[in-house]
């Protein structure tokens, strides 16, 4: 039998890690195996030094050669076009910030932000995402409206799974509308460009989950969950795109301490999905109509829908109480795209269920987070 080589140790050795801290084994005990790992790495680096030397891309990211790169920039053409068709004009924002910058505004994710070394008395990390330094160039410059794309790079300190498209490096195609509007207007503008963009490309089926996070937080309080809680719950509401309920549920209750007769409750609310007729069976429940934040939620989402039915694009659009999306900053309406692929083509020439492909919602409050500071 072959011995693994070093690299694979390494590999076999970083799971064991991993594990452990995932199982919150005693402190002592993953000391002990990190030590491991790092004498392991330092035989890589010891090979280094002997003329060894591994030739790979960092862990997370690829190279794209030159037939994926005109795929890309078909794509990225497609969704310009759209983007500059809805009035949006281009900004570019540097790939760091100031740390202080983005802190505070991802909730559990926090722990996903790249930092940099000092850098002349700087604390300096990569960009998470496109939208708190368009937030930030916003407040910085004092402008009032805007409909702004920005097409570049963000950086996701991951566990990467490459054969499930989860980067450390990756592209995102944003659209953002800052200014006072009509109210539901820009949500349901930005749920027809997702539409229109995922209609272009011809990726197969699709729906557009939406959802409100008043609505949320409402139906957290009226399930009995504290408000301190409300944040850290509706991060685990999340998971149920990629968990079970029942994994869920036992996060809730033995992770996140909450009591498992308000799990239950909540369980029975995220199994819902529908459109219209999802909207009236939850507007005649007593139980959510008690809770204010609840009813403003139910009232914004008659809205919206009400524009999606005009704007055409109902029938692609599914009001799912399921959908959370874990960022702090989000304080109204909530979406995202899900490819469902084709499983009556069968596995030769359909396509396959990709899963979430775009996603977004309003943050009133983010603007003003930067104002507050200055």
């Given at each position: 039998m072959a011995t693994p080589s070093i690299q694979e140790q390494i590999k076999a050795q970083g799971e064991v890690v991993r594990q452990l801290k995932k199982d919150k084994a005693p402190d002592e005990k993953i000391k002990e195996e990190v030590a491991k790992l790092l004498e392991l790495k330092k035989l890589v680096d010891d090979g280094k030094s002997s003329g060894q030397f591994v030739l790979k891309c960092p862990k997370g990211t690829r190279d794209y050669d030159p037939f994926q790169m005109a795929i890309r920039?078909?794509?990225?053409?497609?969704?310009?076009?759209?983007?500059?068709?809805?009035?949006?004009?281009?900004?570019?924002?540097?790939?760091?910030?100031?740390?202080?910058?983005?802190?505070?505004?991802?909730?559990?994710?926090?722990?996903?932000?790249?930092?940099?070394?000092?850098?002349?008395?700087?604390?300096?990390?990569?960009?998470?995402?496109?939208?708190?330094?368009?937030?930030?160039?916003?407040a910085m410059n004092n402008i009032k409206t805007m409909k702004r794309y920005h097409i570049d790079r963000v950086y996701r300190r991951d566990q990467p799974r490459m054969t499930l498209g989860r980067y450390r490096e990756f592209y995102q195609c944003d659209f953002d509308i800052a200014g006072e509007y009509d109210p539901m207007i820009p949500d349901a503008e930005c749920v027809r460009i997702v539409f229109e963009i995922l209609s272009q490309l011809d990726l197969g089926s699709f729906v557009i989950k939406v959802n409100h996070r008043k609505l949320l937080d409402g139906m957290f309080e009226a399930c009995g969950v504290p408000p301190e809680k409300f944040r850290s719950i509706c991060s685990a509401v999340d998971k149920l795109d990629k968990a079970e309920w029942e994994e869920v549920k036992k996060e809730m209750v033995e992770e996140k301490g909450l009591e498992e007769v308000a799990a239950g409750r909540i369980g029975e609310y995220v199994k819902l999905n529908g459109r219209l007729e999802l909207l009236e069976r939850l507007t005649s429940d007593e139980r959510l109509t008690a809770v204010p934040s609840s009813v403003a939620g139910l009232e914004d989402m008659k809205l919206l829908l009400q524009y999606c039915k005009l704007f055409g694009v109902l029938d692609k659009v599914s009001f799912d109480l399921s959908l959370a999306r874990g960022l702090d900053y989000y304080t109204g309406v909530i979406y995202e795209a899900v490819l469902t692929g084709d499983p009556s083509k069968g596995k030769e020439g359909g396509v396959p269920a990709v899963g979430s492909v775009a996603g977004g919602g309003r943050y009133d409050g983010l603007v003003g987070m930067f104002n507050s500071q200055g």
């Open positions: 920039e078909k794509v990225f053409s497609v969704i310009t076009s759209c983007f500059k068709r809805h009035g949006a004009v281009a900004i570019s924002t540097p790939a760091f910030e100031l740390k202080e910058t983005l802190l505070g505004k991802y909730g559990e994710d926090q722990k996903l932000i790249y930092d940099l070394a000092d850098q002349g008395g700087e604390l300096l990390s990569l960009r998470y995402d496109l939208t708190v330094p368009f937030a930030r160039h916003v």
